[in-house]
């Protein structure tokens, strides 16, 4: 056990499973970097924000393949070595680039096993970086984590942490299908005690990062950390509220939601992708159709409002949710009061 | 081919100013005042100027991520990209689109573009637009070798051809792709892959200015006559890191400094002129001095700029909704 990055944890996971497994192989843009270059060394990136760097080193040009800028066709070669004997990880490099690829992953990846008979797998983890807080704008920001999740046959990660992104990555790797995993840029260089040795985190299992009896939280990825802090705020003032981080988005933990909805009776939901047929609408039709009556009050969502992600650092700021929305969006649930109790 | 004397001035100062636009803000940068990515063209001025030099406002251009020599060359004034760079509203997006996405489409310039093989296909639209109009305009995208390898680009000259369109296609091959060199990512050439689609094939040493000038000249004639696209290939070399931060150590040691001093499109440009006596040099010192005080200008004015107001993160979504 020792302190980890995130983008340390993410490397060691992938290391980890290479040593394991032979059949684990990573292909993506500057992965490595350097070739071709006049400098004649390669693994001079690791990837752009040099997450598996080192890697080319360890494993050699049998394992780690740089790419072309030519994402149909390498995302489409990882999807076919998964179907033909492969593990591949392929890199995206930034979510928004799905728009160069989407067929592979939506038409291909998706719908082998079921449209084969349940004759196919497919092995493929697809990583990439999501979300706004870098300035990166409308074509670098994106949350596209429900674009995935409303394809039947994909599975969605979006780790919230360190420790959950080795163990979910570690899953997504020994698991059979097609997974998206989703790491958010901001978060490379938070850190925490991660394990050393391998582990691997269940798919489908929500995880309660904290415990309270007035109001669930749910919250996706980066969110996560901001509905703690929202949580320890509110604690002070006597309103304890339980967070669950569901970990997956597909499969979605749907009982640890309802159960914590049923115990608290009110629901605050963040999502910090575009909110209309996000993960907040899911969840919150989820709880309306299955938990109506433990409802005390209307489900909240902290989610960004239906535009592009702005550059400008003002507006990104009031683009994303963060901890006093969610803050704020608590408070407001446990001020409410039914009519037919006013009267 | 013989060019008009204020041509000549005007191309030398596009270049200048790029070139001051980029070098400071290169410098800017590193105070960490300038948010999000940026990606400097020093050193490949003389491909968007030379090309632009045969573009008025009725042609359009597409752009790529490494975009403010081509906003510049096509006549997006500085002040409005340097405020745009920095987030503010009086930015020529309104700080909504950064370094990565300066438009004006008022000018046909159709952005830059922070997907690579963006371009390429809005550039047959853009043709299209103007082959169906008739407004005798023509298409111009900007794409990298990296770039040169996307789908898109491919796909974009099949239809170009395949629709006759007065499109150019201008490969700006600086050798590289962020860290991988164009060697190990692109099979084949750029000159048989235009030959594969039937296209004319055009190509220039990217840091002289007139020899992109008179490349492109031929090209962009045979575009604007109706003769179909052509593909112009353009050997360049980019004199910072791939994105600001990026300390390329994919590139050998003196890589650089060796463009830099062998290289330099502004220094060919003035020792062309010199020799042929096309230009009197304290004409272009003029130019100089001019440019640095606009650059100048324009950073003090982004700096001291209004933020955009709460109210413009929801506007412009739609045209109506
Ligand atoms: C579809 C897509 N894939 C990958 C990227 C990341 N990326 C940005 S610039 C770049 C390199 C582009 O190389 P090239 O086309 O040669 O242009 P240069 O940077 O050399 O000007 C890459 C891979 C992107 N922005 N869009
Ligand atoms: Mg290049």
Redesign the pocket.
């Known amino acids: 056990m020792s302190k980890k990055s995130f983008r340390q944890a993410i490397n060691e996971a992938l290391r980890q499973e290479m040593q394991r497994d032979p059949r684990v192989i990573l292909m993506g843009?500057?992965i490595a970097g350097g070739q071709g270059g006049s400098a004649g060394v390669v693994d001079a990136w690791g990837g752009?924000l040099g997450v598996t760097k080192g890697l080319y080193t360890e494993f050699g040009a049998e394992r780690v393949f740089d790419t072309p800028?030519s994402?149909a066709s390498y995302i489409g070669a990882a999807v076919g070595a998964a179907a033909t004997g492969l593990r591949p990880v392929a890199e995206l490099?930034?979510v928004?680039?799905v728009?160069?690829c989407l067929d592979q992953i939506m038409n291909q990846a998706a719908k082998f096993r079921y449209m084969f008979g349940g004759k196919a797998r497919t092995p493929l983890v697809i990583r990439a970086m999501y979300g706004a807080g870098f300035n990166a704008a409308a074509?670098?920001s994106q949350a596209l984590y429900p674009l995935f999740t409303h394809i039947p046959g994909l599975k969605v990660v979006v780790p919230s942490s360190p420790y959950e992104a080795k163990g979910l990555l570690i899953e997504a790797i020994r698991d059979d299908d097609p997974v998206i995993f989703l790491e958010n840029k901001v978060m490379y260089d938070d850190e925490e005690e991660v394990p050393d040795e391998p582990y691997s985190i269940p798919f489908g299992e929500a995880n309660l990062t904290r415990e309270g009896d007035d109001v669930t939280i749910v919250a996706f990825g980066r969110m996560v950390n901001f509905a703690n802090e929202a949580a320890d705020r509110l604690e002070k003032d006597g309103i304890s509220c339980t967070v669950i981080d569901p970990r997956t988005t597909s499969p979605l933990d749907s009982a640890t939601i309802l159960e914590c909805v049923e115990d608290t009776g009110r629901l605050v939901i963040v999502d910090e992708s575009s909110p209309r047929c996000n993960m907040a609408t899911d969840v919150a039709a989820l709880v309306a159709e299955q938990a109506f009556d433990a409802l005390k009050a209307p489900i909240r969502q902290v989610v960004p409002p239906h535009t592009p992600v702005p550059f400008a650092t003002v507006l990104e700021k009031l683009y994303l949710p963060d901890a006093a929305r969610i803050e704020s969006a608590v408070r407001s649930v446990m001020a409410y009061k039914k009519a037919k109790q006013d009267a | 081919m013989q060019i008009a004397h204020d041509i000549l001035l005007r191309s030398y100062r596009s270049m200048r100013t790029i070139r001051d636009f980029e070098e400071r803000l290169h410098v800017e940068f590193a105070t960490g005042e300038i948010p999000g990515f940026v990606?400097l063209?020093c050193g490949?001025e003389a491909s968007a100027v030379g090309v632009c030099a045969h573009l008025s406002d009725t042609d359009t251009i597409a752009s790529?991520?490494?975009g403010h020599g081509h906003c510049i060359a096509k006549g997006v004034g500085v002040e409005g990209m340097m405020a745009e760079i920095y987030g503010r509203k009086t930015g020529v997006c309104h700080g909504k689109g950064g370094s990565m996405h300066i438009a004006d489409l008022s000018l046909g310039m159709l952005g830059a573009n922070?997907?690579?093989?963006?371009g390429p296909p809005l550039i047959c639209g853009a043709a299209l637009s103007h082959k169906v109009l008739k407004d005798g305009g023509v298409a111009v995208a900007f794409?990298?070798?990296?770039?040169?390898n996307?789908g898109t680009t491919l796909e974009s000259l099949n239809l170009a051809m395949v629709w006759q369109l007065p499109a150019v296609f201008v490969c700006?091959?600086?050798?590289?792709?962020?860290a991988t060199g164009?060697s190990y990512a692109c099979a084949g050439t750029q000159k048989a892959r235009a030959a594969g689609f039937g296209m004319p094939y055009f190509d220039c040493d990217g840091t002289d200015f007139f020899a992109v000038h008179e490349a492109a000249g031929q090209a962009i004639a045979h575009a604007r006559a109706g003769h179909g696209p052509v593909m112009l290939h353009v050997h360049l070399a980019?004199w910072y890191g791939?994105?600001e931060g990026d300390a390329m150590t994919y590139r050998a040691n003196g890589e650089v400094a060796r463009e830099r001093a062998e290289r330099d499109c502004l220094q060919k440009f003035r020792t062309h002129v010199t020799e042929t006596s096309l230009l009197d040099l304290s004409a272009l010192d003029d130019i100089d001095t001019s440019v640095k005080d606009e650059i100048e200008a324009a950073v003090k004015a982004a700096k001291n700029a209004p933020l955009p107001e709460p109210a413009d993160l929801q506007a412009d979504v739609y045209v109506s909704y």
């Open positions: 843009e500057d752009v800028i994402e490099m930034f928004d680039f728009g160069c074509q670098h | 990606h063209y490949e790529t991520h490494r922070g997907i690579v093989g963006g794409y990298g070798d990296g770039a040169s996307e700006e091959d600086n050798g590289y792709g962020e164009a980019r791939h994105f």
